[in-house]
């Protein structure tokens, strides 16, 4: 990472459009996971960064005391959900602790808490997690290739870490999910691949499984393409039939999903419908 900066936020508990979710926390701008499909890249038209996504980490420094005030406000229980834009365990927190100190924040009331996160680092936390009433820590799994994981997140800790969270997590007591956002087409959507993940997703203890496909935001798609080409171009003919009939495609990948998700007893979801 480049650049580090630190800032302070006017609020910290921000209203969400996502469905399910009421407020966002994202204790920092920019994400160091560097996911090269991240949607996410679209928060450096507002911070006025100009480096590649990936190289700058804002550190909203008074989140904490912003999130204490905020909270007193908050009148109805609410969904509260770290990390819509940012990875609130993307390795900086390690030193900052950011989303720890909003975390213990958040004990005293009774409000259902997500964390989504691709980082083993938020079993750190436990101790603290433990004491929310209502929480659920979800794992983005998008690949368990090394290669494809170097070249697609180059920033992140390997998926078999990431099942070991799951473990843990569970073993203490605190629900958690596998997200596989997005679902790579011909590296994450082989029958092989969906299985292997279904599988490891059951053993590792985690309750259910949601499947995301690619959204072809336009930045976005440019860039995995580019990626495709220079490391794999055995997989842009299937790329090309993701691109040219992405309904088709959707209601195939969706079929074949419910079908090993029910051979495994996994309980499958989708944020994608059948077209
Ligand atoms: S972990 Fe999430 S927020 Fe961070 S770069 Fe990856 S997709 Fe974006």
Not at 99 to 118: A, G, Q
Request: proline residues 6%.
């Amino acid at each position: 990472m480049k650049y580090t900066n630190l800032i302070e936020c006017r609020s910290i508990l921000n209203k969400s459009g996502i469905p399910g979710i009421d407020y966002a926390i994202n204790p920092y701008i920019g994400c160091t996971h560097k996911c090269q499909y991240c949607y996410a890249v679209f928060m450096k038209r507002f911070s006025g960064h100009t480096e590649p996504w990936g190289d700058f980490v804002d550190i909203k420094t008074n989140a904490p005391a912003v999130l204490e005030r905020q909270l007193t406000r908050l009148t109805r229980r609410s969904h509260i959900n770290f990390g819509t834009v940012c990875d609130a365990y993307q390795p900086i927190e390690r030193k900052y602790r950011i989303t720890r100190k909003c975390l213990s924040k958040l004990i005293p009331y009774h409000h259902s808490v997500s964390i989504l996160t691709k980082s083993p680092l938020v079993t750190r936390d436990i101790d603290l997690l433990k004491q929310i009433k209502d929480i659920e820590v979800g794992f983005t799994i998008t690949t368990l290739d090394p290669k494809v994981r170097r070249v697609f997140e180059p920033g992140t800790t390997p998926p078999d870490q990431r099942f070991s969270a799951i473990e843990m997590l569970n073993r203490h007591g605190i629900r958690t999910w596998v997200f596989v956002a997005p679902v790579l087409p011909y590296f994450t959507d082989s029958q092989q691949t969906i299985t292997q993940i279904i599988r490891k997703t059951r053993d590792a203890g985690a309750r259910y499984i949601m499947f995301d496909t690619l959204n072809p935001y336009p930045k976005v798609w440019k860039n995995i393409k580019r990626l495709v080409k220079k490391y794999f171009p055995e997989a842009i003919e299937q790329f090309r039939d993701f691109q040219d009939d992405s309904d088709h495609y959707h209601n195939r990948l969706r079929r074949k999903i419910t079908d090993i998700g029910f051979k495994n007893m996994l309980p499958c979801k989708f944020t994608f419908g059948c077209g």
